[in-house]
Nanobody, 124 residues
Framework: QVQLVESGGGLVQPGGSLRLSCAASGSIFSIYAMGWYRQPPGKQRELVAAITNGGGRTNYVDSVKDRFTISRDNAKKTAYLQMNSLKPEDTAVYYC?????????????????WGQGTQVTVSS
């Protein structure tokens, strides 16, 4: 049974940084692409960033390019989302997903597993 556990969320001031982690268990982590999504209050879930199974290719939604970095450590079965220069509009519940389809400019979660989410609040 696949389990994804996100951590690292919290309250941060505008301009601050957070690093989210997504620890996987019960899967062959290294063969799956990963995605980070977020769901702001009252809005739909949206893709933030994705990474191929080996970590060699990544893509980002335009609103986070040059501020967020997705990465992974297959030996630790963990994916990361480093978030810098945070803005109030980054406030959302952040979810990781394992096992979707990676595309050059997107990621499709039609199969695979979701984590339970971690809250990120950017506020002064």
């Amino acid at each position: 049974q696949v389990q994804l556990v996100e951590s690292g969320g919290g309250l941060v001031q505008p301009g601050g940084s957070l690093r989210l982690s997504c620890a996987a268990s019960g899967s062959i982590f290294s063969i799956y692409a990963m995605g980070w999504y977020r769901q702001p209050p009252g809005k739909q879930r949206e893709l933030v960033a994705a990474i191929t199974n080996g970590g060699g290719r990544t893509n980002y939604v335009d609103s986070v390019k040059d501020r967020f970095t997705i990465s992974r450590d297959n030996a630790k079965k963990t994916a990361y989302l480093q978030m810098n220069s945070l803005k109030p509009e980054d406030t959302a519940v952040y979810y990781c997903h394992e096992g979707g389809q990676y595309y050059s400019d997107s990621y499709s979660p039609e199969s695979g597993s979701w984590g339970q989410g971690t809250q990120v609040t950017v506020s002064s």
